[in-house]
């Protein structure tokens, strides 16, 4: 098993909120990534990270910003959440390899 | 045209039944080919990596053909179990995921 983090699971608040999504692992990966899956649909990367300092935005236009202090997390933040935001938000890393290690994901509400 | 494409599903069929997906990509530059499986509401897991002189493990047995850009998996004797959405994966820069196809695998 993986050990990689994400809290909360699931997230119902209201418009113009302001949220953070944690995500941790203590495999000492270097890489790390942020996913969002809306259903039934593939996922597309929003932000990644190679390690500390380091953030990149992904293939898929974002509202959200993250950031890497340590190397074992990396939250990211939504300044004003709208139910366009809605959706499922999945953190992986990656070590020296080519395999992802997917977190349980936070499901996210936005009324 | 999607960077990863595979075919639509949903896949409806019996326990023993041999199954066969099929993913093309467009970036002649990817490196990386892999099947990930994700049931419904879960994060994905890595089923297998994908190579060109073919693998297999078990009952899957995953193709690549870099020419053609085409990659397939195969389930052999199909379980209950194997139920779920069998993403392809492929990496050049970053990874990406195709839209997967649904396997439902009935008693």
């Known amino acids: 098993e993986a050990d990689i983090y994400q809290t909360p699971r699931y997230l119902v608040i209201g418009t113009g909120k302001k949220i953070t999504l944690e995500c941790s692992q203590t495999?000492?990966?270097?890489?790390m990534y942020w996913y969002q899956q809306d259903p039934g649909m593939e996922l597309h990367l929003i932000h990644y990270?190679?390690?500390?300092?380091?953030?990149e935005k992904g293939d898929l236009s974002s509202e959200s910003t993250v950031s890497r202090i340590r190397t074992e997390h990396f939250p990211l933040t939504l300044e004003s959440a709208r139910p366009s935001h809605t959706s499922q938000y999945l953190c992986?890393?990656?070590?020296?390899?080519?395999?992802?290690?997917f977190g349980p994901g936070t499901r996210l509400t936005v009324l | 045209r999607k960077e990863v494409e595979q075919d639509p599903g949903p896949f409806n069929v019996p326990e023993g039944a041999t199954v066969a997906f099929n993913c093309t990509y467009s970036?002649?530059?990817?490196?990386?080919f892999f099947w990930y499986r994700q049931d419904c509401r879960k994060e994905p897991k890595l089923l297998m990596s994908v190579y060109s002189s073919g693998n297999e493990d078990g009952r899957f047995t995953a193709q690549l053909n870099r020419a053609s850009q085409y990659i397939s998996l195969l389930i052999r004797d199909s379980k209950l179990s194997d139920s779920a959405t069998y993403l392809c994966v492929v990496y050049g820069q970053n990874f990406v995921f195709g839209p997967g196809t649904r396997l439902s695998v009935l008693p």
């Open positions: 970036n002649s530059a990817s490196q990386s």
């Open positions: 992986a890393s990656r070590g020296g390899g080519d395999t992802q290690y």
């Open positions: 990270s190679y390690g500390v300092n380091s953030t």
């Open positions: 495999m000492g990966h270097d890489k």
